[in-house]
């Protein structure tokens, strides 16, 4: 009796590969299951190693928010007096806005950074009403946006 074996040469190989019809279609595509199983967190996947890095990403994650705080409280600063402090244009004769501010602030600062601390400044505006942050500062007193910077600072 013949057996049904097919030999084909692959790309970039010398020799046949010797497969059988039954085989091939016997195995299962890599990417058939792989919508329907989760992917175990990495401490699980790969024990130590895993908790290891998971650490590590933690520590990032909050050592990029402390940043992030560190340079809100740094922008706050450079408006806390009201002399300082303007509507309508970011910058002008030494005095800013809030994102005029937060912009003076980061200029040694990372993108991360002043990502974050944008979005968090974003995020307060919006839990007020305010479409962006230079519509509250805008539209608000100066008060108000010394408000707006503590409660971005005091985010979880």
Request: hydrophobic letters at 35%; proline letters at 4%.
């Amino acid at each position: 009796m013949a057996t049904n074996v097919q030999e084909d040469y692959m790309p970039f190989d010398t020799e046949p590969s010797t497969t059988s019809p039954e085989t091939v279609h016997a195995t299962t595509s890599p990417c058939s299951d792989a919508s329907d199983t989760a992917r175990p967190a990495p401490s699980t996947r790969f024990g130590w190693l895993g908790r290891i890095i998971g650490r590590a990403r933690d520590t990032r994650k909050a050592n990029r928010t402390a940043r992030a705080i560190t340079l809100l409280r740094n922008a706050r600063a450079l408006i806390a007096d009201e002399k300082d402090w303007i509507q309508g244009v970011y910058e002008r004769d030494g005095r800013r806005c809030a994102i005029g501010a937060l912009m003076a602030a980061s200029r040694k600062t990372d993108r991360t950074t002043r990502r974050l601390a944008n979005e968090r400044l974003l995020r307060v505006a919006r839990e007020v009403g305010y479409h962006s942050v230079e519509s509250m500062n805008d539209s608000s007193s100066h008060k108000e946006v010394l408000a707006m910077f503590d409660a971005a600072i005091a985010l979880k």
